[in-house]
């Protein structure tokens, strides 16, 4: 009963935001919903793989500029072009993955941080391909079945159902039996392969499906901007995901949700009265990293069990 | 003449010029008992480690019923019949004591690479749990964190996670380290229940307890064997009351 | 000719900056475990202090010193009051040495703006020598000769003093050096103030060369990670011959194919990683 009641709770507030009368806001929460399906696919390595990424704005930005390029340059209609993209970018995951699981720890977040950085570098450089500095734009939401995704509420209800399927497969994902595994292989990697668990296997799976979804997230993105530049690729957008996982909490289903739309909303706020992003982010990272490191939501979470008596669920 | 579980030929490993195994050629038989001693440094462990393929070794061959493993994926020779305990409980505390379990009989389930199944949705994986704690007679504490429970419980809980792959070879690394008399008695009551058909080989530093549960015993000292035989070979052996006893 | 030989030039003076850059970012992974993501921003934040010293009207090599001397006082600060509280939570300290990054970048761009502004050359250093039937500028052969006086010097550091053998025995096994009575919490900041040093100075030196300008920071920081991982953490000789392998490739990369010059890098990266059998950072990194 009280989960039908927090569900219920939960869509409202996914809706809700469709009936502002501003733009403004609708655009916000459409921001925070992409966010939120990016951060999740991040958590999947960070929270529940205890792998930490310092390159996933790869995914997300290398699907963002196939989405565009694959319709603009290439000339193809925007389904095909969507599911190309995820395709790919997810194909390069496996890539990336099987690199970067050559180490784990330290080395894991130094291969990552090098690829996504290499991404980046391309991105500026290869002006005939990417548009360099000026990236690829003249694109446009199509208006499939007479819908017309151009409107902010229209567009904003598509997240909604995208980012909907994303938080129940994700859900999914995590409480199964291979979750248990991702988790037991963060926790004890050495015990899970003495179980017989392939433990580089099972991480290379989270790395994927991290992949999958970061590429989803990028498609949304495309489909939001209609522009997409090398800034998408920059650490800066990899280190903000990371950001609301852990300031969020990462390895819970909720954390990277509430961390998005901290961020995104900490972001909007400032850029409205001052231009030092960067410098805040950075502020918010040392602060979070040094100050609670467990993030916000398992933090909750312990104030509610402690308000509890031990035992009832 | 019964099968052999296990047989090594010509380990050998050294880490970064020191060898830890040498040379060690060993052949245990199907539903032995067999207990490894030597003092502290002798290799044991990594006699262990090499087995179930934590190390990859320097030279010399592995064989699990006969089978050639010693270049294999430790995962996969689990997945042959081969399990073992750590001397160092390496289990998962924060999980519940049913999930532990739960994860040993994941291990060989092709459940484990499903990502849409609900460890929730599962009662028959929690049944087998539950049937394996309550064969500790701890089935009461099956949903208390494994770091709420005692030293003494988290033992058993480590060979039984072990057990409940129903291995053909398990490997103990010293199961009474740390114990009071009295969870001893419940590790040997434990260790008495392991069906024959079971191999075991165990390192201890316990005789008491140890003697009487092995058949044979091997005496490792600096990475090799100097004597293998019954316990009272290797009780009255002269070398062994110089290196091992008299140390 | 001509071109392989100029171009072979500006690989080694490229390869010497980036030796200034790695060694010090090695000598932090190897000692202190700590991947310190604001190299790079030392290294531009050196070159900005550099520029700012020249405007004053002081000396290139007074320039030199004072970004060296600034950036070691800020990495000694960093270290004590922010990584050491962090000690033994690695990717916190990693955490925050990006937040750090972030910080760094935004505040030169508040301080020096966004345009990309070249540090003159000093006087004595103006001008070009021939060098296998070449012209080649001065300044260039200066840097390359500096960073091998250098690398010679800190390897004297590490092989024939005190310091350099505790550093050494810290590499290899710290709990062993912990043992052995080493004042563990002074090394580090000695050699994190030491690794900043010499970014700064790389940041300074390289200014002619590179200029500075906004996102040098994240221009070079992923050069050291490649150069890192080619020659193991920690690693003197491994971060010299690395140095100056991705210097040689990146310039003939951007000389051959200017738009994928970035994606040449990558490629003995992922040689590395593949060929190597058990990763490139084994156990230790875990």
Known sequence: MIRVLLVAAFSLLLLAPALSPSDFYVNVATQILIAAIFALSLNLLVGYGGLISLGHAVYLGVSAYLTIWLVTRAGLSHLPAAVAAVVLTTAMSLLFGILALRATGLGFLMITLALGQILWGLAYRWVSVTGGDNGLSGFQRPQPFGIDLASPRTFYLMTVAVFACAFVLIAVLVRSTFGAGLRGVRDQPRRMQALGWHVWMVRLVAFVAAGFWGAVAGVLYAYYNQFVSPHVLALTNSAEALLMVIAGGAGTLLGPVVGAVVVVMLKNVVSAYVTRWVMLLGLVFVAIVAFMPEGLVPGIDRLRRRRRPAGTT | ?247 | MRFWVIQSLNGLALGGLLFLLSSGFSLIFGLMRVANLSHGAYFMLGAYVGLSVLNAGYGFWTAVVAGALTIAILGGVIERVLLRRLAGRTFSQVLVTLGIAFIIADSSLLVWSGDPMPLPVPRGLMGAVPVFGVFFPKYRLAVVGISIVTAVALWALLERTRLGAMIRAGVDDMEMARALGIPVPRLFTAVFCLGAALAGMGGVLGGPILSVYPGLDMDMLPLALIVLILGGPGSLPGAFAGSFFIGFLYTFGQALFPQLAYVILFLPMVAALVLRPKGLFGARAA
Request: proline fraction near 4%; charged fraction near 25%.
């Open chain 2, 1 to 247: 003449m019964s099968a052999e579980a296990l047989r090594l030929e010509g380990l050998s490993k050294s880490f970064g010029g020191v060898p830890a195994v040498r040379g060690v050629s060993l052949a245990i038989a199907d539903g032995e008992r067999r207990l490894l001693l030597g003092p502290n440094g002798a290799g044991k462990t990594t006699l262990f480690n090499l087995v179930t393929g934590d190390l990859p070794p320097d030279t010399g061959s592995i064989r699990l019923f006969g089978r050639e493993i010693s270049r294999m994926a430790a995962h996969r020779r689990v997945h042959l019949g081969l399990a073992r305990t750590y001397q160092v409980i390496t289990l998962f505390p924060r999980d519940t004591l049913a999930h532990n379990l739960e994860l040993a009989l994941l291990g060989l389930s092709p459940l484990r690479w499903n990502p849409v199944a609900l460890l929730s949705r599962r009662p028959e994986l929690r049944e087998r749990a539950l049937a394996v704690l309550d064969r500790l007679g701890l089935r009461a504490a099956a949903d208390r964190r494994l770091s709420d429970t005692s030293y003494g419980e988290q033992r058993r809980v480590e060979i039984a996670m072990a057990l409940s792959q129903e291995p053909r070879v398990l490997l103990l690394d010293e199961p009474f380290a740390g114990l009071s008399q009295e969870e001893r008695r419940d590790i040997q009551q434990q260790l008495a229940a392991i069906p024959r058909r079971v191999t075991v080989v165990m390192i201890e530093h316990d005789l008491d307890v140890a003697l009487s549960f092995a058949e044979r015993i091997t005496v490792l000292h600096q990475g090799e064997i100097i004597v293998e035989g019954s316990r009272a070979e290797v009780v009255a052996d002269a070398r062994v009351q110089e290196v091992y006893l008299g140390t």
